[in-house]
């Protein structure tokens, strides 16, 4: 199992998501970080998946 030591990368994704997902709270109705934040959701998402594939191929080397 991972931690989050071991995955500073998802661990700063997220902390980013955080931090744009309060911005959003506090611009003005017309302007919007809509899409930066589809963005890092499906970036963390592709992250994931890409180590749980590794993951996979190293508990297989084993």
Avoid: F, H, K
């Amino acid at each position: 199992m991972t931690t989050d030591a071991e995955q500073p990368i998802r661990v700063r994704l997220e902390e980013v998501l955080d931090d744009i997902q309060t911005l959003e709270g506090q611009l003005a109705d017309p302007l919007s970080l809509g899409p930066a934040i589809r963005n890092l959701e499906e970036t963390i998402e592709a992250y994931e998946r890409l180590c749980s594939e590794n993951s996979g191929l190293e508990e297989g080397t084993r």
